[in-house]
């Protein structure tokens, strides 16, 4: 449970660099403009439109990464938080985690403020939950059959 717990951290450290300050993603270019979408669905059809011309990169980081990145949260909440495990939690916890990020970067002028990536981030969140609650299940069949 420890390791879990570091594990945890590490995830949200790494997960705090990428969405605020790597430059790899423009994050260090701040902007006297607040940038936001507010439309859902909008961000999404704008990268399966133009992938060509955006590049194969940023099409996958931007469909399939804000989804990939909260399958961590999703696992490993419900192992180190025992009130966490019911889905519900999951998705409730996801959802909140992903709009404080989303206000953050609203608020310090870094990244866009994204419906797109909160309705993501909160599929990813509960992706990751599904997965630990048939691994969990998984785990309780094999120490039956034993």
Not at 16 to 31: K, P
């Amino acid at each position: 449970m420890a390791i879990c717990r570091v594990l945890f951290v590490i995830y949200i450290v790494l997960l705090a660099y990428f969405l605020f300050f790597s430059e790899r993603y423009g994050r260090t270019i701040t902007s006297d403009d607040y940038k936001y979408n507010l439309v859902l669905f909008k961000e999404v059809r704008r990268f399966i439109l133009y992938r060509k011309e955006l590049g194969l990169e940023s099409f996958i980081v931007n469909i399939f990464g804000n989804v990939l990145a909260f399958v961590p949260f999703g696992f490993v909440l419900p192992i180190i938080s025992i009130s966490n495990r019911k889905l519900l939690n999951i998705t409730l916890l996801s959802l909140e985690f992903s709009l404080t990020i989303e206000l953050i970067q609203l608020i310090f002028k870094v990244g866009i403020f994204d419906v797109d990536d909160i309705l993501m981030n909160t599929m990813g969140g509960i992706l990751g939950g599904i997965c630990f609650i048939i691994c969990r299940k998984l785990v309780k069949s094999i120490r039956k059959l034993r």
